[in-house]
């Protein structure tokens, strides 16, 4: 079964500060692993994705994460964050069921708020 | 290009009355297609999934219901809402290869 650990439920950073986010997944098969991101009342948005080629991925809005097999982890970060940064950030992996059919497993998901 | 629409954005219920949420897809065929539910202050869980016309998969033992009546629409349904049933309601799609999935704008589902 494929899981994901978000540390950490909430974030402060300043702006202008480096964005680290925390992601670390389970996954007894090659993972492919998305960062979304979502504001208040919206839907998701895709950051970006992992789909085992480069393992270090540049998203939208200066977002990247690298993908660390030996580490299990996906970490998000941003060399400056923006007050249009803050919302709230999940990390998912995929997971392939019965029938070769895969389905999209969440974190908790991480709130990061940027004060000035 | 492709787009997903939900309705309504918000929604205010009684307890015990039915629930009716749309989901359509446009620009793409043979979707997979998702409900997830997202309660406050949580992540999000998967309710249901559906790889074609009639075909609904339930991930967890609840008070809704899914049907896909056609290749583009799915929804999701109660006959009596529970107060547990409060949340917030995203569908999505995913195309055969594609391993990202692409959301709706989500509807608020206030049960009271």
């Known amino acids: 079964a494929q899981s994901v650990t978000q540390l950490g439920s909430h974030v402060s950073v300043s702006e202008g500060a480096l964005v680290l986010l925390r992601c670390n997944y389970s996954?007894?098969?090659?993972?492919?692993l998305f960062w979304y991101v979502q504001y208040p009342n919206q839907g998701l948005q895709l950051l970006l994705k992992?789909?085992?080629?480069?393992?270090l991925v540049k998203g939208i809005n200066g977002f990247e994460a690298e993908f660390k097999k030996s580490e299990t982890s996906f970490h998000l970060t941003k060399p400056s964050a923006h007050m249009s940064d803050a919302a709230e950030y999940f990390c998912?992996?995929?997971?392939?069921?019965?029938?070769?059919?895969?389905?999209?497993?969440f974190g908790a998901g991480t709130r990061l708020a940027v004060h000035p | 290009s492709q787009t997903i629409h939900q309705w309504p954005a918000t929604l205010v219920q009684p307890v015990g009355s039915p629930l009716s949420l749309e989901c359509t897809v446009e620009?793409?065929?043979?979707?997979?297609l998702y409900w997830y539910r997202q309660a406050a202050g949580r992540g999000l869980q998967l309710l249901f999934y559906?790889?074609?016309?009639?075909?609904i998969s339930s991930e967890v033992p609840q008070n809704l219901s899914a049907s896909r009546p056609q290749d583009r629409q799915f929804i999701l349904s109660s006959k009596k809402l529970l107060l547990s049933d409060s949340g917030f309601y995203l569908c999505?799609?995913?195309?055969?290869?594609?391993?990202?999935?692409?959301f709706g704008s989500g509807t608020r589902l206030t049960v009271v």
């Open positions: 996954s007894s098969v090659p993972p492919y």
């Open positions: 559906s790889v074609g016309i009639g075909q």
């Open positions: 999505a799609w995913r195309t055969v290869g594609n391993y990202g999935y692409t």
């Open positions: 992992y789909t085992s080629a480069a393992t």
């Open positions: 620009g793409t065929s043979n979707p997979n």
């Open positions: 998912a992996v995929t997971a392939r069921f019965s029938g070769g059919y895969n389905k999209l497993i």
